[in-house]
């Protein structure tokens, strides 16, 4: 079951709706059915501190992010 956006016609209210192949999807505010179906952009992740963190390190001889040996391993 997809995650769909929505732009309601009647209240103008924006919502994600979970919808199955045989439901209509109805506006949680007024309930109408008169809705526009948005382009949905999918998550990425943007990185970070914390992100950056996760990730190995190299290990400073050849820059190999598998750590000490890694490249010897190639």
Known sequence: MPIYEYACRECR??????????ATPVCPTCESTSLDKRLSAFAVGR????????????????GDPRGAGACSMN
């Open 13 to 22: 209210t924006d919502f994600e709706l979970l919808v199955r192949a045989s």
């Open 47 to 62: 990185g970070g501190a914390t992100a950056a963190a996760s990730l190995p390190q190299a290990c400073g001889s050849c």
